[in-house]
T-cell receptor, first 113, second 116 residues
Framework: EDQVTQSPEALRLQEGESSSLNCSYT??????LFWYRQDPGKGPEFLFTLYSAGEEKEKERLKATLTKKESFLHITAPKPEDSATYLCAVQAPMNSGYSTLTFGKGTMLLVSP | NAGVTQTPKFRVLKTGQSMTLLCAQD?????MYWYRQDPGMGLRLIHY???????AKGEVPDGYNVSRLKKQNFLLGLESAAPSQTSVYFC???????????????FGPGTRLTVT
């Protein structure tokens, strides 16, 4: 069974204090790994897609990396507006041939000024 | 361009009542999805559709039905609501997966449902 595990469950940082969030996965035939940001009371917002080990993508203070077993979301010099829950999801083929997403439970990030 | 919209935003039902949640997207996406999100459980797929007139079961389909009569709309129905269906429901849509290409899903703002 495909599994996605995110750690830590919650992370508290001071403004400017860089850190990383982890997403470990076990899936057969990975087609893509996705990172989403979710603010309280809102739907998830797409951030990145990673397709193969070694791939990296950046957006402002965020950088996502991928290995064969895990992905990291690095946050450099975070600001309070980066506070949100970050979700990781993997896409793999189902027996029907269609691909759906399996989500982790998320990491709740709080950045204090 | 409104993206993915959901109706209603909030709803309180009594056990045994029925209701329909409406999802609409204006991005011409072929695929649409319904998820539920519960504390400590993450997002779980209820049903999905890969095209007009087609639907399929996801991870937690029991107690729900869906219909996709038009490409832009995806309806989620609860025939006889139960307290266990208290949750936040999200609709999402994406382009069709084609030749191994993966497309991100775009989510609506959610519907918060309470069943008493």
């Amino acid at each position: 069974e495909d599994q996605v595990t995110q750690s830590p469950e919650a992370l508290r940082l001071q403004e400017g204090e860089s850190s990383s969030l982890n997403c470990s996965y076990t899936v057969s035939g990975l087609r893509g790994l996705f990172w989403y940001r979710q603010d309280p009371g809102k739907g998830p917002e797409f951030l990145f897609t990673l397709y193969s080990a070694g791939e990296e993508k950046e957006k402002e203070r965020l950088k996502a990396t991928l290995t064969k077993k895990e992905s990291f979301l690095h946050i450099t010099a975070p600001k309070p507006e980066d506070s949100a829950t970050y979700l990781c999801a993997v896409q793999a083929p189902m027996n029907s041939g269609y691909s759906t997403l399996t989500f982790g439970k998320g990491t709740m990030l709080l950045v204090s000024p | 361009n409104a993206g993915v919209t959901q109706t209603p935003k909030f709803r309180v039902l009594k056990t045994g009542q029925s209701m329909t949640l409406l999802c609409a997207q204006d991005m011409n996406h072929e695929y649409m999805y319904w998820y539920r999100q519960d504390p400590g459980m993450g997002l779980r797929l209820i049903h999905y559709s890969v095209g007009e007139g087609t639907t399929a079961k996801g991870e937690v389909p029991d107690g729900y039905n869906v219909s996709r009569l038009k490409k832009q709309n995806f309806l989620l129905g609860l025939e006889s609501a139960a307290p266990s269906q208290t949750s936040v429901y999200f609709c999402a849509s994406s382009y069709r997966v084609f030749l191994e290409r993966t497309y991100e899903q775009y989510f609506g703002p959610g519907t918060r449902l309470t069943v008493t």
